[in-house]
Each structure stands twice: as C-alpha cells, then as structure tokens.
C-alpha cells in the first residue's frame, strides 16, 4: 500500500523537476538567442529598382553612375542609379558633384532620379561624381602609390650563383594629371672553376646578365578625365644583347577603359621614335607606333590581384624588326605592406644584333612592399 501510494508523488516531483529544468534551458537559450540577434546589425539602406524589386544592404560607394551595396546574402553588388526608383540610406555620406561642389548628408535620399537635399533644390543623379572622396579626388594635392620587389637567388654547389632582380613602380596621381615611373634591375653572376695544366683550381666570377630597363610617362587628363594625353621616355641597356643604350620617346592618347577599384585597364596608342647604340653591330633608329596595356582585376575580395603591362612599339618600315614586351603576374598581400607575386615576363625585340636572341622569356617570384 505504501508503494502504490509513493509511485504519484514520486511522478509528480519528477515532472516538476523535468519542467524546471525546461524552463532554465529555454530561458538560457531565448538570452543567448537575444543576445546574438542583437549583435546582428540590421541593414542601413533600402533600395527598390524600377521593376519594383527590393535590395537591403550598406552603401558602401557610388561612382561611374553605380551605387556599390554590401548585401547579407548576395556580397558585394553594383546598381546602376538609372536602374532605382528610390533609395533610403540611414548612414552618413559626402558627395562629390560633376561640378566639383561637396555635399555631407547625415542620410542620403534618392527618389526618381535626384538626390533629396534639404533646404535647397534636389540634384540629379547624373551630376554625382562619386561618393567619400579623398582629397586628391576632390582636387586638392596628389596621391602616391608605389611598389619595390625583388628576387634574390644565393646559390652554393656544384655551382656557385648570384641573382638580383629588382624593380620599383611609383605613380603620382591628381584631377588634373599623372605621373607614372618604372624601372628594373637584373644582375646575374657565377663563379666557374677552371683546372689548369698543372692540376690547380682557378676560381673567376663571370657575369651572366647585365641589363636595366626605365620608363617615365606624364598624362594629361581631357575634360573626360577617362580620357588624356601623355608622353612617355624609355631607356634600356643589356649588355648581353649588345645594347649599350636604346632610348624611345614620343606622345600618345590613352584612355581609362575601366576604372574600378576591382578592375583597371588603360590603353594608349601614339608614336615613338626609337634609337639604339649597339656594343658591336651597327647603330639604328626608326619611327614605330607605340600601343600599351595597363591593367589589373582584383578577386578573392581582394585577396589575389591579376596585373598587366604590355608595351609594344611596331616598328613602320619593317614589322620584323618591332619590340614587344609583355608581363603578366599575380600578387597577392603578405603582412603590413609586403606582398609577393609570381610573375611571367615574355619579350620580343626584333631589331637585336644579328647573332643575339630576339626572345627573352622569364618566370620570377618576388617578395615587395606596397605604399
């Protein structure tokens, strides 16, 4: 009798003991619950397009008639202005117009194709320049970017090397105008053994590679500031193709095809005069077309950068004898500035001394740092 009689009161506490601790568990998991939701920041912008789709997400840049938003699920976009019908962003913002005048909102505003301004009339979205400018962007002073890398190979066995490459690119950059610098170094060495008549070692250095290469160029931005004119000045020397010094000069006309900070590419077309002063064969000078490629694309959210330079200069009375140099690498950041790359380099001068190689390829791995 006394079992029976214990067997509901034991259920009984043990449902309540099972309820409180459900309800200690739900509670613990409903606080953290809320206090992730809260860490999770809700988007600052609203975007319907005109066929009356919703995007929300951060305005993260406007530039080029685009607005660049970062999204939870789609990452980073980019939407034309002449696609929205209207936009609301909470985030503060500072415009730049076509004219050159600056704008701070403490939230940006956009309906049917103007910017909502306060205290005065709205603006049309196609006088926006670009949004958050830095100084230079809004016409005040330069920007500097540069480079330096090298690769160095110290090599003891059976035979004894030393390698220097080294190059150095900077650009200084404002509204009105560019300057661009470029130069390399490479200096090859070894130390041969030679065993004479009477047994003994003879120990001499002999350079392998000797040569350089410099490039300045000045642009002048037009009133498209996409497009500009510009001259640039070359000079090389390599000792092993018979190059004391070649020098090219002459103008061009370039343009920005694409100027987004994830994918750049300028292409100049113009004239250069071209004089080379051989070691040994005899000196030469020609008029050639000179066409360049300057680009790289960015992926990875930026984590891997493709680059180009290509120069070629046709040589007008004889094809054959026309140079082209072409260098395609991928860089990819290190920690605090440094950067390395792995880096392809194929040229072509047709107008070597005759007994020289008119191909020169190379595959480089190079350790910089980045300014």
Not at 1 to 15: D, F
Not at 153 to 171: H, K, P, S
Not at 199 to 208: F, H, I, V
């Amino acid at each position: 009798m006394n079992m029976r009689c214990c067997q509901p009161t034991v259920r009984i506490h043990l449902l309540l003991l099972a309820g409180l601790y459900s309800s200690f568990v739900s509670g613990v998991a409903f606080a953290l619950s809320d206090q992730l939701n809260s860490e999770v920041q809700l988007p600052t912008a609203r975007i319907v397009l005109l066929d009356d789709s919703i995007i929300f997400g951060d305005v993260t840049d406007i530039s080029e008639g685009t607005v660049h938003v970062s999204t939870l699920w789609m990452g980073e976009i980019m939407i034309p202005l002449a696609s929205i019908s209207t936009l609301e962003s909470e985030k503060e913002i500072e415009l730049l117009t076509t004219d050159d005048r600056r704008l701070s909102l403490s939230q940006l505003q956009l309906v049917e194709g103007e910017v909502v301004l306060e205290g005065e009339n709205n603006l049309s979205v196609q006088k926006l320049s670009m949004s958050n400018p830095e100084s230079w962007e809004a016409g005040q002073g330069y920007h500097l970017i540069g480079r330096a890398s090298t690769a160095f190979v110290y090599n003891r066995g059976n035979t004894d090397t030393d390698e220097l490459n080294a190059d150095l690119e900077m650009t200084l950059e404002s509204r009105r105008d560019r300057f661009t610098v470029r130069g390399d170094l490479e200096d090859t060495s070894s130390n041969i053994n030679t065993i004479t008549e009477n047994g003994d070692t003879l120990r001499s250095n002999q350079t392998t590679a000797d040569n350089w290469q410099f490039t300045g160029k000045y642009d002048y931005y037009l009133a498209d500031p996409r497009n500009y004119v510009g001259v640039n000045l070359g000079l090389t020397a390599d000792q092993f193709a018979d190059v004391n010094q070649r020098y090219f000069v002459g103008p061009y006309y370039g343009r920005k095809l694409f100027t987004r900070d994830d994918l750049k590419l300028d292409a100049e077309l113009g004239i250069s005069y071209v004089d080379t002063d051989f070691i040994v064969a005899e000196d030469s000078d020609y008029f050639g077309a000179n066409i360049n490629f300057t680009g790289e694309t960015s992926f990875l959210d930026g984590s891997l950068t493709l680059y180009l330079r290509q120069v070629s200069i046709v040589n007008l009375s004889s094809m054959s004898k026309s140079i082209f140099r072409t260098t395609v690498g991928l860089r990819f950041p290190l920690l605090l500035g440094f950067e390395a790359a792995a880096e392809m380099s194929s040229d072509y001068d047709g107008g070597a001394a005759e007994g020289k190689k008119k191909h020169d390829d190379a595959l480089k791995l190079r350790v910089g740092y980045q300014w």
